[in-house]
């Protein structure tokens, strides 16, 4: 009866089947329907209406401080640098469009690009998403959702929480396996203000193929490990 | 009556103090008066209790997205690259340890560092006490606080935002009028994941003082020229 009542609020056959797949997705019925147009609409499509930019950049932070408050939760006997590489490798680019595509959002994204679409925006419709959640029905309940309808379902913390520290170690064998110079560069050891940040690239046959930063050197060393491997695709 | 009852609640006079100051500072008194105690911990004191870090990475990320909150709020017209520079603005740590001085914080920390003592400890517990905060009465009401106490007090939004695009022409401004050899430099241009990322340099008198990354090359250039002017100690 509540189902039947909410989804006849929407206005149009368009606005009723988002709902629906909010529903399906998140588990709840949008109030401000038109949050979520806005997230699903990449700027290429965004003529007469606004692009999920200004979404993005909201549902990125919230989505890192849902993650760091379940982090900081589930895992109090970590410290800080295991926190940071943790989150890092939940809230990646990488992991973020793979499971966009998972959840299904590069079907239901507007888009008005000719040719290949690069999976980023999925992940950044993701980021947008989450944005409009939470300005739809408040942090609280976001993180809710959040926690139960992705987390759970799509992450494997024991396995990031044992993978934590061994990004360094896994690229480091796999290069040495493949026959590959491989070397941890110190790019530069700035101060941000009054702290310093240790900012570590990757040599990759010459290259740099990755880079963090960080205020622990080791934390940095790995978490740019981490960059690496993703981009070589053989983390698990 | 409420307050004192619930100053009562309190088992000594060291808890009771610093409930005090938790109440002057932020308008309430802490249920977990502990979480506060460790936020005031700096690692050099937590010998027997554990120190401010974890605190500080949670707290970190709660401040950045109330800020981001915030300014996606009283700013529906700017863009997100106009959004990401005035947030990076409020939350450097030039302007967090300056604002944890202001709020007095430097007298309640406990440390046992012998000598000087770098401001940044103070942003840093600051930020612990952000989390300390939100794990204490929630995200909503941590949102409230800030806004009220923190921003609505310290901050001058029209002052930053008026500023937010001039970062560069400033610096640029100052270089010239002080004969110091100024330039941008693009220090990379690597993809994170499928995304590209541009990762801007300044280098001053031939050594790289500053540098900042964003997806926007724009945007990157702003942020490292700010960072370029904090260090040099010119903002305003």
Same mark, same amino acid.
């Given at each position: 009866m509540l189902k039947y009542f909410q989804i006849t609020r929407y206005k149009n056959s368009s606005e009723k089947k988002l709902a629906q797949s909010i529903k399906?997705?998140?588990?709840?019925?949008?109030?401000?329907?038109?949050?979520?147009?806005q997230a699903l609409t990449h700027s290429s499509a965004a003529k007469h209406s606004k692009s999920n930019e200004r979404l993005e950049f909201l549902g990125d932070s919230i989505?890192?401080?849902?993650?760091?408050?379940y982090l900081f939760g589930i895992l109090p006997n970590k410290d800080e640098g295991v926190l940071t590489q943790v989150r890092s490798r939940m809230v990646s680019?990488?992991?973020?469009?793979?499971?966009?595509?998972?959840?299904?959002?590069?079907?239901i994204l507007h888009t008005d690009i000719k040719g290949n679409i690069s999976y980023a925006?999925?992940?950044?419709?993701?980021?947008?998403?989450?944005?409009?959640?939470?300005?739809? +029905?408040?942090? &609280? !309940?976001?993180? @809710? +959702?959040?926690? &139960? !309808?992705?987390? @759970?379902?799509h992450f494997d913390i024991n396995t990031l929480i044992n993978e934590d520290t061994d990004y360094k170690s896994r690229l480091i064998n796999f290069c040495q396996k493949n026959k590959m110079p491989l070397q941890f560069i110190l790019l530069s050891e700035?101060?941000?203000?009054?702290?310093?940040?240790?900012?570590?690239?990757?040599?990759?046959?010459?290259?740099?193929?990755a880079e963090a930063q960080n205020a622990s050197k080791r934390v940095a060393e790995q978490l740019a490990a981490n960059a690496a491997l993703e981009k070589l695709d053989i983390l698990s």
């Open positions: 399906n997705l998140f588990g709840f019925y949008p109030k401000n329907i038109s949050l979520f147009q989505l890192g401080t849902i993650v760091a408050e680019r990488v992991q973020l469009n793979k499971l966009a595509v998972k959840l299904g959002i590069d079907k925006l999925y992940g950044d419709a993701f980021e947008a998403l989450v944005g409009a959640i939470c300005l739809d +029905i408040g942090y &609280e !309940k976001t993180k @809710k +959702i959040v926690v &139960e !309808k992705i987390i @759970k379902q700035n101060m941000d203000g009054v702290k310093k940040i240790y900012h570590i690239g990757i040599e990759l046959n010459g290259e740099i193929i």
